[in-house]
């Protein structure tokens, strides 16, 4: 059974790469749930597994858009300040004093549970963002240009990305859209940047736990992302992404349902 699971995380690897290299985003938020159910690491400690992926993938699917200038580094610096300041407070201050146990009734809820159910809202709400953003094109004059806003959402993504170990790229692509004005095209090479820094940040942050890590398991599963992102580059000039974000946006949001049961029946311990 265990042989099973790992074959299984190995082969959705292959799924998180492949969203990240045709859309840019997305296929983070996948690695933290594989880490945890099926390949049976805490999420505490899983967060770590999924920030080296993450900064791999980003790293290698960003040094293109760098060499190319596609990326604009006023408006890249301008989201990653906050981002890494958020990120530090979350990875410092706010996990390690999360309780390792809320009572609740007659039962209690852990810290694990805690953070999966977190990560299952975050899920479903990338979901809806995912489909939304495909039925609505045509939206970005109702936001208007402000560096404060620009500022407040490099926050929250790098609240995101201390929390549950996310890349917040469903999060930073269409904010760079509405805010900034910029392409589609600038505004994925911005957040694959945006998000090698932030999770490389947030991996080194928390350095003292990196020996705890299964370096095999991740290795091997960092690699086989790493094809499929090769994959996803090659199918991106082929493929309209609009139909794929429609698809990946129901996946994701029935991998939010599946984790939010999963820890709803923990929890009432059916």
Known sequence: ?????????????????????????????????????????EPIQ?????LF???????????????????????TTLFILPSLLAVYITKQYILPNIPNSIP???STISKDQIIMSFFSVLILVSAFVMLKRNNN????????????????IGFITGLLTGLVGAGGGFIIVPSLVLLMKINI???????????????????LSNFRHLDQINWAILIIFTGITL????????????LKPENLKVVFG???????IAIAGTEISQFINL
């Open 1 to 41: 059974m265990m042989e099973l699971s790992l074959i299984l995380g190995y082969t959705l690897a292959i799924a998180v790469g492949l969203t990240m290299g045709i859309m840019g985003s997305g296929g983070s938020i996948l690695t933290l749930p594989i880490f945890v159910y099926l390949f049976h690491i």
């Open 46 to 50: 899983a967060l770590d597994y999924s």
């Open 53 to 75: 992926t993450i900064s791999i993938i980003s790293l290698i699917g960003s040094i293109g858009h760098v060499f190319k200038k596609e990326i604009d580094f006023k408006t």
């Open 104 to 106: 609740i009734n007659q």
């Open 137 to 152: 094109n045509n939206n970005s004059g109702r936001v208007r240009n402000t560096i404060a806003h620009l500022i407040t």
């Open 185 to 203: 095209k600038q505004a994925t090479a911005a957040s694959l940047f945006i998000i090698t820094i932030n999770a490389t940040f947030g991996l």
């Open 227 to 238: 094809i499929g992102l090769m994959i996803g580059f090659q199918l991106k000039t082929k």
């Open 250 to 256: 129901y996946f994701l949001g029935a991998i939010g």
